[in-house]
């Protein structure tokens, strides 16, 4: 049997430098574990558009499709900004996530016990915190059509819609009460149902499919504007929150400082399973190309790292492995090993990406 398939997208600024160390991690596994993977490494973002023209060549859309697991960097900077929007660097990551059908986006958000003191907020607000987003990622005001910037009368106008199908509404809450079935079998949906019409949809459609199919699942309904407010006040008391495209992507980087650094957050874009039960499936860090850090090695791979821990355990059936990265980055923090973004005011040595790597795959080392 042929081993299980990765692309690897790097893409723009400091994407590259937090994949070099995914890369060595998966050599690792290699190595040491037996757990070998056929890697490809392609363009996407900016890097792409440099070189085709097109911030996702047709082929590499096509592999995406065929691999087993696709991991992604970041995409995007200031050099791109002035581009025509239709060829930025974020196009590219939005064509992986529509053809893909990625519906799911799970952003797990846990505060190490190590990095509670660092979190902007007060320790006892986020010690122990382990709460995951699921934001749906292929529909909503992201695709929405019509959309576009108009001429009315002698004023440009800008427009996107938001717009849900039942359908769409429905497999992402189903994923959402699958995954609190595994944790503490809590679901809270958040929308502006007092304000929107597809949000009155979402919480209808959210409601009937919980009493059909997981009427034992804990469920309660939450306006995304407060869900922010509560974010912050007691993140503790939420499990699984299930929202949409645009409120998931504001909530998830909130939800970022909770965990010490957006430097930490990882994640896993999801599709229906296949005939053998696999989703499609693009990891990603939840952070950007992060212009102002970049080439001084100063970005924390962890994001990165995490993400692929992710991806052994939704995509290869490896949770044991998962679990062992995940402990040696728990490791690595508890012996007081910081990048810059998670020094506090009073300072501090940081570590660079690399050195971040060499002791991760220390621990590693440690663990067999
Ligand atoms: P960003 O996430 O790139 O950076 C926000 C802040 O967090 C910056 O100060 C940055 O230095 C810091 N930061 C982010 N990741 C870090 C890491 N791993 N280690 C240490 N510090 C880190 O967001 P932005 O500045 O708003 O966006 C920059 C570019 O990235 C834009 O072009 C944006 O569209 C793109 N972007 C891409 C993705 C993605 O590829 N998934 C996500 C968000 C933003
Ligand atoms: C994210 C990013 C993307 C988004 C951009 C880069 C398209 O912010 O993954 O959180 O808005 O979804
Ligand atoms: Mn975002």
Not at 13 to 23: D, F, K, L
Not at 162 to 183: G, M, N, P
Not at 308 to 325: K, P, V
């Amino acid at each position: 049997m042929s081993n299980p398939s990765i692309l690897i997208l790097p893409g723009d600024g400091i994407g590259p430098e937090v994949m070099s160390q995914v890369e060595r991690i998966i050599e690792w596994f290699g190595d040491k574990r037996g757990l070998k993977f056929d890697v490809e490494t392609d363009l996407v973002g900016g890097a792409a558009y440099d070189n085709h023209g097109t911030p996702l060549a047709d082929e590499t859309m096509a592999r995406a499709l065929e691999v087993d697991a696709v991991l992604l960097g970041a995409v995007g900077g200031p050099k791109y900004d002035d581009l025509d929007f239709s060829v930025k660097p974020e196009r590219g990551l939005l064509r992986l996530r529509k053809e893909m059908d990625l519906f799911s986006n799970l952003r797990p958000a846990q505060c190490f016990d190590a990095l509670a003191d660092f979190s902007s907020l007060k320790k006892d607000v986020v010690a122990g915190l382990d709460i995951m987003i699921v934001r749906e990622l292929t529909s909503g005001v992201y695709f929405g059509e019509p959309r576009g910037i108009h001429k009315e009368g002698n004023e440009r106008v800008g427009i996107n819609t938001q717009r849900y199908t039942e359908s769409e509404i429905a497999r992402v809450a189903r994923s959402a009460f699958e995954l609190a079935r595994k944790r503490n079998n809590k679901v809270c949906s958040m929308e502006k149902a007092n304000v929107m019409e597809s949000g009155i949809l979402w919480r209808d459609v959210v409601t009937e499919i919980h009493q059909a199919e997981y009427p034992d699942v804990e469920l309660s309904h939450m306006y995304a504007d407060n869900g922010a407010m509560q974010l912050v006040r007691a993140p503790k008391q939420f499990d699984v929150i299930v929202t949409d495209n645009l409120f998931g992507d504001v909530l998830s980087d909130c939800a970022a400082m909770l965990t010490g650094s957006l430097g930490m957050l990882p994640s896993a874009s999801l599709g229906a399973p296949d005939a053998n039960g696999r989703p499609k499936a693009l990891y990603e860090p939840v952070h950007g190309s992060a212009p102002d850090i970049t080439g001084q090695g100063k970005a924390n791979p962890i994001a990165c790292i995490l993400s692929f821990a992710m991806a052994l355990r939704y995509s290869f059936d490896q949770s044991d492995e998962a679990t062992r990265l995940e402990k040696a980055v728990e490791k690595v923090l508890a012996d007081g090993v910081r990048t810059a973004d998670l020094m506090g005011p009073e300072g501090g040595s940081p570590v660079s990406t690399t050195e971040m790597g060499d002791v991760i795959l220390e621990a590693l080392d440690a663990s067999l």
